[in-house]
């Protein structure tokens, strides 16, 4: 696998240019520490981490974590990294100023976490869990837990988990039985099992700190009867260090299709101690915070499937000899032509560079309402950052992931033979990339809670805001004004003029449709997941080409990057948008296809 090389130049394209982030920092509390010269050194020197670090540990991490007993040792070279990346103050550089965090907005610490999961995704997940745990803390947990608990997970000594899953059952909570019993002390005595907790179990930290959800004695039934609590590895000691062991161990660790270097446990509580965040039978709510964290984080993780197996893929591409190229010969000292002339292999890389490049886009745009939220200046501004990024959630997950998968696929589809080999490392990324779309809720998930919750509940108030923020932006592209005079920029405006009226009509077709029949909004939800987010998409490779552009024609940036900009952005409109009318025709089909058949129709034994 080639050596990976962060994309500062695109990263900082975003940051200072197409989303002019001072201005945006203004609205931000702590927004005023990043500046600049700051962002520029947090971006390199997370380059310089993720490069020399974490990238040359990717692939030999792939032998996977051990579990002895209880105990889970991490790959070679895991520790080392991890203590490397505290010491250096990583873990800290969105955490609270008063629990010893840098208090830097969420957005840098996002495009951060974008460098680390490319060069190596299940290391990226140690301190990735740990971000959820801190957000949940600083929003819902007392002072006291926030003594105990924040500043050493901020630091990084202590890690973060979130515990939801148990073996009967995964997204539909209400069916959960882990119990939580009252102890005199005030503490509670949790017992119960879950299972796919990522980063539940390892040896990169002394002490693990679990956001767990339970149900006390008095629960309503349903997610209603839900509550969170902290559970540690170790109780915190008088003096603030792990202390007596808890009644929680390691069962065993899943044996997975990818991100075999996470430590993936199966975890027994046994009478363990607890304490209550937030309110009784509030638990998902606060909960909440952690998933509404992880999701943007999974988000990004599509993008890094894309951008790793793009670099991969681009170097092979331009080495590998095969065949002459159809159009004439274009290496007559060789024996073959590179595959990179051929137009079917430029189309798969193309495609992988417009779902990293769009992708990291879409991320970075709604990281700015994540700043707003976690960190505005009004609770009215909090407020609306809330809503904006509670849309952009299920189509920045469902729809990035599932387009990370498609990019790592074509990463080994362009290696031929050899990309389905260990050996240079691309069906890692394909494995690896998979789970993105499961965890934080399955794509179709995702897609529910977009139309059901984000469109239909909120009775198109936020779909109504994004798209009208989208005809905004293209009506400054006209003809008549400055950037209307690029014909690109001007076509790709009234695309998106397009996209946006066909957005909200699709979602008042889903609508009726759904008053008549309401399997018909979950036959059309992923599709309508989906078209959200080609239209999302497009949208940010306009603002991007209106940006080149207008750089270009004032003799401003790198000329070279700006073309390459346009260039991507022209491929996308062409060859990847076009797949929207394609989910907006199997919206609006008969539902009957789907739901009409009975049930052992599908019993392939029969």
């Known amino acids: 696998m080639p050596n990976y090389k962060v994309p500062v130049k ?66 070679v070279g895991f520790k080392e990294a991890y203590n490397t990346y505290i010491e250096a103050g990583w873990t800290s550089l969105t955490g609270s100023e008063s629990m010893g965090g840098q208090h830097l907005p969420s957005s840098l610490g996002l495009a951060v976490t974008e460098m680390i999961t490319t060069a190596n995704w299940a290391w990226a997940m140690y301190p990735g869990l740990s971000e959820g745990a801190i957000a949940t803390l600083e929003d819902h947990g007392t002072e006291e837990q926030k003594t105990h608990y924040l500043t050493k997970l901020i630091s990084g000594v202590w890690s973060g988990t979130m515990c939801l899953t148990e073996p009967h059952c995964g997204t539909d909570l209400g069916q959960m039985k882990t119990k939580a019993v009252p102890n005199d002390d005030g503490s509670y005595s949790v017992n119960g099992t879950k299972i796919f907790i990522s980063a539940g179990e390892h040896d990169l930290t002394e002490n693990i700190v679990h956001i767990v959800l339970a149900k006390l004695p008095d629960a309503p039934k349903g997610t209603k009867g839900l509550s969170l609590f902290i559970i540690p590895k170790f109780l915190p000691a008088a003096d603030g260090s792990a202390g007596e062991r808890n009644g929680v161990r390691c069962g065993s660790i899943e044996h997975k299709m990818g991100i075999h270097g996470n ?103 709604a990281s700015q309402f994540a700043d707003i939220y976690r960190a505005g200046k009004t609770q009215d501004a909090k407020k609306t950052a809330e809503d904006r990024l509670g849309f952009c959630t299920p189509i920045l997950k469902g729809f990035i992931t599932e387009l990370g998968v498609e990019a790592a696929n074509h990463g080994v589809q362009v290696f031929g033979g050899h990309g389905y080999i260990k050996e240079w490392g691309m069906e890692q990324i394909l494995r690896d990339s998979r789970i993105a779309t499961l965890y934080e809720g399955t794509t179709g998930i995702q897609a529910l809670d977009l139309v059901g919750r984000k469109v239909l509940l909120d009775r198109f108030k936020q779909l109504n805001v994004f798209t009208s923020e989208m005809l905004t932006f293209a009506k400054g592209c006209m003809p008549w004004t400055a950037a209307g005079k690029d014909k690109t920029v001007r076509s790709q405006a009234w695309q998106v003029t397009k996209l946006a009226i066909r957005w909200r009509l699709l979602a008042y077709k889903l609508g009726a449709g759904a008053k008549k029949n309401p399997d018909s909004v979950g036959a059309g939800s992923v599709d309508f997941l989906m078209f959200s987010g080609y239209a999302y998409m497009a949208y940010m490779f306009a603002r991007m080409s209106k940006v080149a552009s207008a750089q270009l024609a004032a003799g401003e940036g790198d000329s070279v990057f700006l073309q390459e900009k346009l260039h991507t952005a022209t491929f996308f409109f062409e060859r990847i948008l076009p797949r929207a009318d394609m989910h907006a025709k199997t919206i609006k089909a008969s539902v009957g296809s789907v739901m009409a058949m009975p049930t052992d129709y599908f019993d392939a034994t029969r």
Not at 341 to 350: A, F, G, K, Q
């Open 10 to 75: 695109d990263v900082s394209f975003l940051f200072n240019d197409v989303f002019d982030m001072q201005a945006h920092y203004q609205h931000v509390e702590g927004g005023d520490q990043a500046t600049p010269d700051m962002i520029e050194a947090i971006f390199t020197e997370g380059a310089k981490f993720s490069e020399n670090e974490l990238a040359p540990i990717y692939q030999s991490g792939d032998e996977g974590c051990v579990w002895d007993d209880g105990v889970v040792t991490t790959p």
């Open 263 to 365: 430590g993936t446990a199966v975890l027994n509580f046994d009478g363990a101690k607890s304490f209550l965040i937030g309110e009784p039978h509030n638990g998902l709510n606060a909960m909440f915070t952690y998933m509404n964290v992880a999701r943007i984080g999974t988000a990004s993780q599509g993008v890094s499937a894309a951008e790793r197996s793009y670099q991969g893929a681009s170097a092979y591409a331009r080495d590998r000899l095969a065949m002459r190229s159809i159009s004439g010969v274009k290496n007559p000292e060789g024996p073959a032509d590179a595959i990179i002339e051929h137009p079917d292999v430029r189309r798969m890389l193309l495609t992988q560079r417009a779902i990293a490049e769009g992708g990291r886009a879409m991320v970075t745009y």
